[in-house]
């Protein structure tokens, strides 16, 4: 039991954010050194370094749902730590776990939670309800109400997208009945293809988004409805395949991932074999000299996401890095969203390349000043692109770049945000046969700064 007036997420609540994915997961600390995880990631460095750090070890992991951007660690948790894995019975997972419906309630030494079933984001979604006797502590929404919005509702198909939505306002009406002044830990935040909003805040409250929230705003389902599907954007395609690789239980790791080196020629063997070659450089260095053929990924927060998106799973990885990046987290990131098939890393790098007499391809960088009048292509997501473009622009976002590569004509500038994005579109097109491309080494906003002429919007 907690003291009266003690602020529950300050004393027991340690959200652990994924930037790149956009999400949070949590650990929760029950007392005795026993803890609860709500939808930990398959990669549980951050949480075993949190729970390391109070002397916990993870009785329970909670799953809200069967996600679709991530691997669950729940079933790593119960093989490791001995946890009881805690899902909705309505999702079948084929693994070991305490299958609850509404209102089904487990004793967590002191603590409570309670299963709330919220429809919407999947067909099976529940929320945590955390009780201190009767006091509400705070409610684990997952997928359902989120800073700001709620989640998409159109992961099991465009054709059920509007009955999930629908299902997504009743369980949202259900979650702003809870008090006011209880907690909300959203599992999904501000970088989720998940859908949510632009923002920093995480945590909220259920008074809070009642007065805040676009969507809690609407004044009938019907609004809603159209509120959120007219908020729907694209999705990275591997969310298409994690759902059912959760219900069926992730593989279990006996052992950190990471790179095994790799020489010259065994990564030409490798390329010739139909594997990909994967750049994880920083863009400057990928644009001075690459081996051709390399898709640029460069490592950050982001890299899982579009390795996701763009390349198989199903298919042999090498990888290029450079001095100072960190192959074990290259890995985790492979490893979180289910891309195992790594054949490792370019031993010495680039320079051992060379060395063997490998063929290097070039990408020229320029900034907003030196476009001119050459052709560009935009490869953000719909949304970026309408609120301001270049004029003339042509449009196509980075994930629906078709395989044949016929989005850019020769000689085109490819722009994105900051350059990442638009270096892999480059890469992927030079790929498929384009010529004399360049990547833009900034934004928008720069080309109208040193221009002075305004952005057009729309489509």
């Known amino acids: 039991m907690l003291e009266d007036g003690m602020g529950f997420a300050d004393e027991h609540l340690i959200p652990l954010v994924d930037e790149g994915l956009g999400n949070s997961a949590y650990l929760v600390d029950l007392g005795n050194g026993r803890a609860l995880a709500v939808d930990a990631a398959r990669d549980l460095r951050d949480l075993r370094a949190a729970a390391t750090r109070r002397g916990l070890t993870v009785a329970f992991a909670a799953d809200t749902h069967l996600h679709a951007d991530f691997l669950t660690g729940a079933l790593q948790l119960a093989h490791d730590d001995g946890a009881t894995v805690l899902a909705s019975a309505a999702g079948r997972r084929a693994f070991p776990h305490t299958p609850l419906g509404d209102g089904d309630e487990v004793d967590l030494g002191g603590l409570t939670l309670r299963a709330l079933a919220t429809p919407g984001h999947t067909d099976e979604h529940v929320s ?5 006797g009767a006091r509400e502590c705070g409610v684990f929404t997952g997928g359902s109400l989120i800073v700001g919005s709620a989640a998409r509702t159109d992961l099991q198909g465009a054709d059920r997208a509007d009955e999930l939505a629908r299902a997504q306002y ?11 002044t209880t907690a909300v830990w959203p599992t999904h935040g501000a970088g989720s293809f998940c859908s949510a909003p632009p923002g920093a805040e995480r945590i909220t409250t259920i008074g809070a988004q009642k007065t805040a929230n676009d969507l809690l705003a609407a004044p009938d389902e019907e ?20 759902g059912e690789i959760n219900r069926r239980g992730p593989a279990l790791l006996a052992a950190a991932p990471g790179l ?3 020489n010259p020629e065994r990564v030409r063997a ?19 000299g690459h081996i051709p053929g390399a898709i640029s990924n460069p490592l950050r927060p982001a890299f899982a996401t579009w390795l996701g998106w763009l390349l198989r799973p199903d298919v042999p990885l090498v990888f290029v890095l450079g001095p100072g990046q960190d192959g074990a987290d290259l890995a985790w990131q492979c490893a979180k969203i289910g891309y195992e098939r790594l054949a490792g890393q370019l031993a010495g790098g680039m320079n051992a390349w060379r060395a063997n ?3 290097v391809e070039t990408i020229e960088l320029v900034t907003a000043d030196r476009i001119g009048t ?3 292509l935009d490869v953000r997501q719909t949304a970026e692109y309408t609120a301001g473009h270049i004029p003339g622009a042509a449009h196509r976002e980075l994930g629906n770049l078709a395989a044949d590569g016929q989005d850019a004509v020769d000689g085109s500038v490819v722009m994105c945000g900051h350059g990442e994005r638009a270096m892999t579109a480059a890469s992927l097109l030079a790929r498929h046969g384009a010529r004399e491309l360049a990547v833009l080494a900034g934004s928008v906003s720069d080309w109208a700064k040193v221009t002075g002429r305004r952005l057009e919007d729309g489509s």
Do not use: C, H, M, W
């Open 374 to 376: 050459r052709p560009v």
């Open 128 to 132: 945590f309800l955390l009780l201190d």
């Open 260 to 262: 095994d080196p790799l």
């Open 270 to 288: 490798l390329l010739a074999n139909g594997g990909y070659l994967v750049d994880a450089r920083p863009i400057d260095e990928f644009a001075a």
């Open 223 to 242: 609004a809603f409805v159209r509120r959120l599907l007219g908020s729907l954007d694209s999705y990275p395609v591997y969310f298409d395949r994690l």
């Open 357 to 359: 007499g490998g063929p």
């Open 170 to 180: 009743r369980s949202l009406q259900r979650l702003t009945k809870l008090p006011d």
